[in-house]
Each structure stands twice: as structure tokens, then as C-alpha cells.
């Protein structure tokens, strides 16, 4: 095992880039403090850390989103001043971001047409992207609409459009956390591509094991500082998630679940159909699930059939016709809205968080408020209607603390937050209501393996508390690890749940990739 070593500040093919003491203040926070880092030519360089460590704060302001308080950046040997994010492009420096920014309704090639800053004929744009795209190993129809696209064909079209202003160096921010595995596999080989090319890439992951396969180098940050530098190959995850979090990272623990057959179903799904409501979403059809007292059902799929679409019916986000085809501890609930299903002791916690799960410019004691003010109402709204702010900050106290939420002030507004710990905070404040039934939809997503290991064990000790806890999940190694069964989401059916003891990474890969669950092994629901 390698362990951290000494910075070497040059490297083989020379500097793309060194940065040299870089800081950036929030407020009473370093959010970056005095970050040295070089990436040089033709090298996929890592950067890694666990949430807050200001991975994201370090990118922007190579980009231009952020400017810096102290330090320089020099560029190809030059200190350069980076404004904006067009003078980071015209310098030779591209992002993909994590959050894509297409607009639906428009084709592949109207929305690359949209970012470049000339008046290039649509024609000539949509060809040179195909070109690309195939040359790439990465082909995309530039005359697709970006809504019938799924999640991996958009962050194509990112791709494309960074690739298409030929830079230098490629910034990804987690790019495989939306990707099916083959579409990671096929996202790698691009990257070999580009490394032979001789460009350089800045990769920020939390999935160490694609780390150790793909990067050269990382540099490893905790509390804005940089702790290290490494090769990740001489590495193992398990000691790159030591160097990041300073500790070990917990092992998660299921004991198998006991008794099922006397169990409660707390939540069931009775043939749950939808029609789609808008051209771009998936048909649910006839879907059956039921979700015991004391047990973790994972439901697994690649992105984009049908579990958006099915959250959304179970958590109340739009109404079912039928009553019964969605029923909480025993009463019907299809007809109820989400805080009326919240009442009925449910948790909801949706995929995307800013917006969504929380209101990005409300302070984590309102977010709380917000969410929770039905269903804690004697608590936080006394009598006669009275906001008892005391109760709501020592509750959000009680739950950054639980769920060990890092942040720049006392209490700060979400948007604030770096995006893995407003994920933590988010599921914090569902669970500190122990609520009967909890359904997340991807609950680590952007998480840090320590944070993550922290998420999926307060789930299952939730559900072995007495609870009924679904989850959704793009990440087959987090539902084996948590589930007691897992159901596959295919076209907009939901397979019945494969027992754990049963259930292989063929066998509900070939579920996911939509082979009759009669071919795959007949499975017996769980008693
Ligand atoms: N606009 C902002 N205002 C105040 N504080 C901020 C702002 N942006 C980030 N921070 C704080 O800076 C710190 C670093 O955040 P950053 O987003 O860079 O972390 P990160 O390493 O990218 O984390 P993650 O893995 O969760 O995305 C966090 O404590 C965050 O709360």
C-alpha cells in the first residue's frame, strides 16, 4: 500500500497547470485553504475528499465561477486571472458539471448551438458534433430531442459540448454517479482516449474503486486543506477513504431480518398505473409492492424507467385515481397528498435535492419547518399557531449533529451547503421522525464513502426498529449491501422483489436490461 507521499510538484510531460495557494473564504470559513495543485499534461488527476472538503469550491474557481480571495493560478506557465467561465473556456479549460443545464423541448444540437458564442449554422454544429461523438466512442444523434433522452445520453451531449471547444483540460464532477455501469464502462474508455491525446482531466469522484482504475494521481483534501498526494492505484478504497475522512470508515452491518411472515405491511402498492404526464416520462404499469414492518426493499433500474415516475405516485407528488392503489399503514392513501400521507407516519426523501428536498435559500431551521410542520405541529407550532423556534433549532441541532452535517455558519441556508452534506441533512430530518415507512430515492448520491456507510446504517437499524424502508437506487453495490430484497424498475414495470440470498448482480442485471423475470429464475415473493 502506497500511503500519502510529498507532493511532487512536477510532472512528467510537464505543468498544465499549478496552483499555489489558493483560498477561498465564506463568511468565518476557509472553505479552500492555501490549496497547492498541479495536473500535468496527458494526466487524469483525482480529486478527492469527503463532503465539504471543498472539492467543488477548488473547481469553480479554475473556472471562473468563483474568484479566489489569495492565490494564483498559472496556466501553461502564465499566472492567469480566471474572470469567467468563458475566459476559463477561451483559455483551454472545460467542465462537465454534475447538474446537466439542457433544455428539454430542444435537440441535441440547438442546445450545444446555445453555449457556443458564435453564429455557426445549426447544420455544421450538429455534423461536427456526430463526428465527434463517434470518434469518441461516444455517438449521439444530434437531432434527438434532449427529453426522450436518458440521463447517460445527456451527459453525452456535455461531453460533446465541452469537447467541441477543444480544451486542455476536462474538469468532471462526479460523472459516473448517473451512469449505468456499462455507460461508466464506456465514459472510462473516452478518458483513456483523451489521456492518450495528451489532454489533461480533473476528475472528482467518491466511487474509489473507479479512482484507483482510472486516475494517474489524486490529491487528496479535508477542511479546504490539501492532506496529500497519492497514487491511487498503490492505494486501496479502503485506504483512500482513511486518507479523506482521517479515520476508518465503518463497515455496514445487516443482520438478516427475522419473522417476516408475521410482519405488517405498512406500505402497499396495489396495480399502480399512470399514464405519462408529459411526452418525456415513462408509463407506470400495474405495479405491486409490498413493504413489511422490520425489512429494506431495494428497488434497482437504470435511470429513466419509470422510478421518478413512481416516487411521484407513492409520495404524493401527484395523485392517484384509485385510493387504494397506494396505502399506508393499512388505510388508503392514493388519494391523500404528501403531507397527508407524511400524517400517516410516511417519509419521503426525493432524488434531487435543492429545490425538491430542501428550499435552497430557506436556513436549515425553515427547511425544517417547512417539511415537518403537519406532522410536529404540537412541537414546533404550539399552541394557537406559534413558530417555537427554540424546539425547531434544537431539533435541526440534534440532527446535524447525528448526521455529522459540516457547514460554514451556525445555521446557513441549504444552497449553502456543500451537496453531500445537505443530502445528509435531508435524510437526517426524515429519520429523526422515525417515521413507519420511508421511501428515498438514490439516499448517497454525491455522499462520501464515510457518510454514505452513516446513511445506509441508520436506514437499516430504521427498518429493524419496526419501520418499512424502500429504496431507490442507480448504485447495485448500496442495494446489496442494504436490501433484504430488491425488485428491478424496467420499461415501467417493477419485477417482484428477488429475496437477498437469492439475488445475483446477473440476475438483476439481466432484470434491468429487461429480461422477463419468468427467463431470469421463477422467485418466490417473500413470505
Ligand atoms: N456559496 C457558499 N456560501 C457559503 N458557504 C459555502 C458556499 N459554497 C460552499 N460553501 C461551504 O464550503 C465548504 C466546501 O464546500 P464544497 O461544495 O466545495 O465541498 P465539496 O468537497 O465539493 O463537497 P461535496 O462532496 O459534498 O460536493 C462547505 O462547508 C460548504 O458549506
Known amino acids: ?4 507521499v510529498t507532493a511532487t510538484l512536477e510532472t512528467e ?3 498544465l497547470l499549478e496552483v499555489r ?5 465564506f463568511g ?4 479552500c485553504d492555501n490549496v497547492d495543485l498541479t495536473v500535468g499534461r496527458g494526466e487524469i488527476h483525482a480529486l478527492l475528499g469527503e463532503n465539504g472538503a471543498g472539492k467543488s469550491t477548488l473547481v469553480k474557481m479554475l473556472f471562473g465561477s468563483l474568484e479566489p480571495n489569495a492565490g494564483e493560478i498559472r496556466w501553461n506557465g502564465q499566472v492567469e486571472r480566471i474572470s469567467s ?3 476559463a473556456r477561451k483559455l483551454g479549460i472545460g467542465m462537465v458539471f454534475q447538474h446537466f443545464s439542457l433544455f428539454d423541448a430542444l435537440t441535441a444540437a440547438e442546445n450545444i448551438a446555445l453555449s457556443l458564442d458564435d453564429d455557426t449554422p445549426i447544420a455544421t454544429i450538429a455534423a461536427k458534433a456526430k463526428a465527434l461523438s463517434y470518434s469518441y466512442g461516444l455517438p449521439l444523434d444530434p437531432y434527438s ?8 445520453e445527456r451527459q453525452r451531449i456535455e461531453i460533446i459540448r465541452c469537447l467541441l471547444q477543444t480544451p486542455q483540460l476536462i474538469i468532471l464532477d462526479e460523472p459516473t454517479s448517473v451512469l449505468t455501469p456499462q455507460e461508466a464502462d464506456r465514459l472510462f474508455e473516452t478518458l483513456e482516449r483523451l489521456r492518450a491525446e495528451g489532454k489533461s482531466i480533473l476528475y472528482i469522484s467518491h466511487r474509489l474503486e473507479e479512482v484507483k482504475r482510472m486516475c494517474d494521481r489524486a490529491t487528496v483534501l479535508r477542511h479546504g486543506k490539501v492532506v496529500g498526494h497519492c497514487d491511487p492505484r498503490k492505494e486501496t478504497a479502503s485506504s483512500l477513504a482513511r486518507m479523506m475522512v482521517g479515520n476508518e470508515v465503518q463497515a455496514v452491518v445487516r443482520d438478516p431480518v427475522q419473522g417476516m411472515d408475521k410482519a405488517a405491511a405498512l406500505l402497499e402498492v396495489r396495480n399502480l398505473s399512470r399514464t405519462p404526464a408529459t411526452p418525456f416520462s415513462i408509463p407506470l404499469r400495474n405495479i405491486n409492492l409490498s413493504a413489511r414492518a422490520g425489512e429494506v426493499i431495494g428497488i434497482a433500474g437504470v435511470a429513466g424507467n419509470g422510478q421518478g415516475e413512481f416516487f411521484e405516485a407513492v409520495s404524493g407528488e401527484v395523485l392517484q385515481h384509485d385510493a387504494a392503489s397506494v396505502r399506508i399503514r393499512g388505510k388508503d392513501a392514493g388519494r391523500l397528498t404528501i403531507s397527508g400521507r407524511r400524517l400517516l407516519g410516511a417519509a419521503f426523501v426525493p432524488e434531487e435535492r435543492l429545490g425538491h428536498g430542501a428550499a435552497p435559500r430557506m436556513r436549515l431551521s425553515e427547511n425544517l419547518l417547512l417539511s415537518r410542520h403537519a406532522t410536529d405541529r404540537k412541537a414546533f407550532l404550539g399552541t394557537g399557531g406559534t413558530v417555537q423556534t427554540r424546539a425547531i433549532a434544537s431539533a435541526a441541532q440534534r440532527i446535524i449533529e447525528i448526521m455529522d452535517v459540516r457547514k460554514s455558519a451556525p445555521d446557513p441556508e441549504a444552497a449553502a451547503l456543500s451537496g453531500g452534506n445537505l443530502q445528509k441533512f435531508i435524510i437526517g430530518r426524515e429519520l429523526d421522525r422515525r417515521p413507519a415507512v420511508m421511501v428515498v430515492n438514490q439516499p448517497t448520491w454525491g455522499v462520501d464513502a464515510g457518510a454514505a456507510a452513516r446513511i445506509r446504517q441508520a436506514l437499516i437499524e430504521l427498518a429493524r426498529s419496526g419501520s418499512a424502508v424502500v429504496i431507490i437506487s442507480q448504485d447495485l453495490d448500496e442495494l446489496f449491501e ?3 430484497s430488491i425488485a428491478v424498475m424496467h420499461n415501467g414495470e417493477l419485477s417482484k422483489p428477488l429475496p437477498i440470498a437469492e439475488a445475483t448482480f446477473e440476475k438483476v442485471g439481466l432484470l434491468m436490461g429487461g429480461a422477463e423475470p419468468g427467463h431470469v429464475e421463477p422467485v418466490t415473493e417473500l413470505a
Do not use: F, Q
Not at 1 to 4: E, K, L, N, S
Not at 21 to 25: A, D, N, R, W
Open 482 to 484: 442494504i436490501s433484504d
Open 21 to 25: 495557494g489558493l483560498t477561498k473564504i
Open 145 to 152: 430531442l434532449v427529453g426522450d433522452l436518458s440521463v447517460g
Open 85 to 87: 467561465p468563458g475566459a
Open 1 to 4: 500500500m502506497g500511503g500519502v
Open 28 to 31: 468565518t470559513l476557509k472553505a
Open 13 to 15: 510531460g510537464g505543468n
